[in-house]
């Protein structure tokens, strides 16, 4: 047992005097992480909490893998008083960042109709996510809340050109019910 402590801190040494290598050799690390330690630090603050909690939000509902609902629960624990302000941003930003997916998926549309040959994705989902798409309209984008399938959604309604503002309000629709049950749960 002893043996396997010993070794977890061996290997933690290495791993830092690796880190401190490569931070001599690229010099440009030190300002980054100090810059990068300062920015977490001032999010982190109560007093820019709704600030934290937009970017969170708005990040969450892209491509990137976040999840926003902790910001919120977490703020709004922290700050009862802020129960509604963080529901109105944590949905305004959360739909914000789906219309980014929305506008990558008009973007990729018309980036491969560029060359004169529409084209289509390909794959049996996709196509089938395509075709639903088509029947349901901009009301499929109530789903956009939804862990995996809200990105794709959100895409695909851009790809298919689907009318952004509708788009946008059954997202925010959405996503507002979605943060609302989140708060509900945590009273």
């Not at 990068?36 to 990040?59: D, K, M, Y």
């Not at 960042?97 to 794959?123: E, F, Q, Y």
Request: charged fraction near 10%; hydrophobic fraction near 50%.
């Amino acid at each position: 047992m002893g043996e396997a402590v010993k070794c977890g801190v061996v290997g933690q040494r290495g791993t830092i005097e690796a880190a401190e290598n490569l931070s001599s050799i690229v010099p440009i690390l030190n300002p980054m992480d100090a810059w990068l330690t300062a920015t977490i630090n001032w999010l982190s603050l109560p007093e820019v909490g709704l600030t934290t909690l937009g970017l969170i939000s708005f990040l969450a509902a892209t491509w990137l893998p976040l999840g926003s609902e902790a910001a919120l629960v977490g703020l709004v624990a922290v700050s009862p008083d802020l129960l509604w302000p963080a529901w109105l941003v944590a949905t305004l930003c959360n739909t914000l960042g789906g219309m980014v997916s929305w506008a990558l998926g008009a973007g990729l549309h018309r980036l491969v109709d560029a060359d004169g040959n529409p084209k289509t994705p390909s794959g049996r989902g996709l196509q089938w996510g395509m075709a639903q798409l088509d029947k349901i309209g901009p009301k499929a984008c109530l789903l956009a809340w939804a862990p995996v399938v809200g990105d794709v959604i959100c895409t695909l309604a851009g790809w298919r050109q689907l009318p952004p503002v509708a788009c946008a309000l059954y997202m925010a629709v959405g996503k507002g019910l979605r943060y609302g049950v989140i708060l509900a749960g945590t009273a």
